[in-house]
């Protein structure tokens, strides 16, 4: 049974995670990984275990480096392993990927997260791969195509109820589980039944401290997901967040023990030019395209206008900062993003001539989208909406 006096040990006085004996870090290749995870036998067998364990191998061979890392690092933890998923890298793959293996070898596995969209996108990744689970939680909250694996808790579930059973039975014959996390911890079905081999939170790194750790009470080990570069946990109080508050458990686990980190690199979502600038603003220059045609992927436009005047735009690359075609006729319509600040005279003449009529003739400046930003030369558009022609809020009567 899971131990609360480890897991205070492991959160609160951060005492470093133990890992299995062994070490597959010198094995690069696929075929070598693939037999410290113990699944190889499983791939010999007949029925379903033997399908699921084939599939998997198959599969195995297409994943990178460091998500073959993640996975195995994650089944051989004795306490905790902390997945830093970045941007585009195939996080929920992965970790439905971790979660079929974890299936084959016998484990029961509570896959939890602080929306219900985050649950349910990780088990429609499982469904699609003709896994089976258990979903509960209020059933208008959970996706259409999850209700028939779904037991809904909206109205409470008593032990002492009629139906507690055959409920207790259903938790009881199903190694997947998912519920967010607010819903584990008032749920009686699982608070007074239900144990796991391992806990997994995405989105650990959106949770306050509190709401991560309720779920880990119920598993011998736990796998946090998530990325502390992005959005932290949402609080309101300033005295709180000056205590601490705004740290999630990922955050702090990660910072105490760096090693237990593995970091989700390679993007597949991003070419390289908007890779780029989330390495400038983010991520330091660790992530990588997962491919050459990652790295040169553009839009494909059916329909492109040259602009007939010569560019204003700033161009780095293919990285474009959209500021407003300059004519002498009319005023800018979105001045660069490192133009100098203006003065209050300046603003209010800007605001006059923008109140005035426009003029018959055409200006190259109202055709902003077709001319300076659907380019087949340009990957990439970053654009000042707020300065645009336009682009504020009207209201007539």
């Known amino acids: ?33 693939w037999e410290f995870l113990g699944l190889s036998h499983f791939c010999k067998r007949t029925g379903s275990d033997g399908d699921s364990a084939r599939s998997l191998h198959r599969e195995w061979n297409s994943l990178n480096l460091m998500q073959r890392q993640a996975i195995h690092r994650a089944i051989s933890s004795l306490d905790y392993q902390l997945i830093l998923g970045m941007p585009g890298t195939g996080k929920t793959s992965t970790v439905a990927f971790l979660v079929r293996c974890l299936r084959l070898l016998g484990k029961t596995v509570l896959v939890t997260a602080y929306q219900h969209s985050a649950v349910d996108n990780l088990l429609l990744k499982l469904q699609s791969c003709g896994e089976t689970f258990l979903r509960l939680g209020n059933i208008k909250q959970v996706h259409d195509e999850l209700r028939e694996s779904t037991v809904n808790t909206r109205d409470g579930m008593d032990d002492g109820s ?3 059973g055959e409920l207790l039975a259903r938790v009881a014959s199903h190694q997947i589980i998912g519920m967010t996390c607010l819903g584990v911890t008032t749920c009686p079905l699982l608070q007074n039944h239900k144990r796991f081999d391992v806990c997994i939170v995405d989105e650990a790194s959106q949770l306050s401290q509190p709401a991560a750790i309720g779920p880990l009470f119920l598993a011998r080990s736990f796998v946090l997901v998530g990325d502390h570069f992005q959005l932290p946990p949402l609080v309101r109080s300033r005295r709180a967040q000056a205590q601490g508050m705004q740290v999630s458990l990922f955050q702090r686990l990660a910072d105490a023990h760096p090693s237990a980190v593995v970091r989700l690199c390679d993007q597949y979502r991003m070419n390289g030019d908007i890779m780029s600038l989330c390495n400038s603003l983010v991520y330091d220059g660790v992530l990588r395209c997962g491919s050459r045609a990652v790295r040169d992927s553009k839009l494909t436009y059916l329909k492109v206008t040259v602009p007939a005047t010569p560019s204003p735009l700033k161009r780095k690359d293919g990285l474009i900062l959209l500021g407003a075609p300059r004519h002498q006729s009319s005023p800018p319509a ?40 659907l380019s087949r030369d340009r990957s990439v558009v970053f654009l000042d909406t707020d300065a645009v022609n336009g682009g504020g809020e009207s209201r007539s009567g």
Do not use: F, M, T
């Open 162 to 164: 009629e139906d507690s």
């Open 1 to 33: 049974a899971p131990d609360p006096s480890k897991l205070r040990k492991l959160v609160a006085e951060l005492e470093p995670p133990r890992k299995a004996v062994g070490s597959w870090e010198g094995c690069v290749s696929p075929a070598e990984s």
């Open 334 to 373: 979105c001045p660069p993003l490192n133009a100098a600040p203006q003065s209050h005279k300046q603003q209010q003449q800007q605001q006059e001539q923008r109140a005035s009529p426009p003029s018959s003739s055409v200006d190259q400046s109202d055709h902003w989208i077709e001319n300076y930003v």
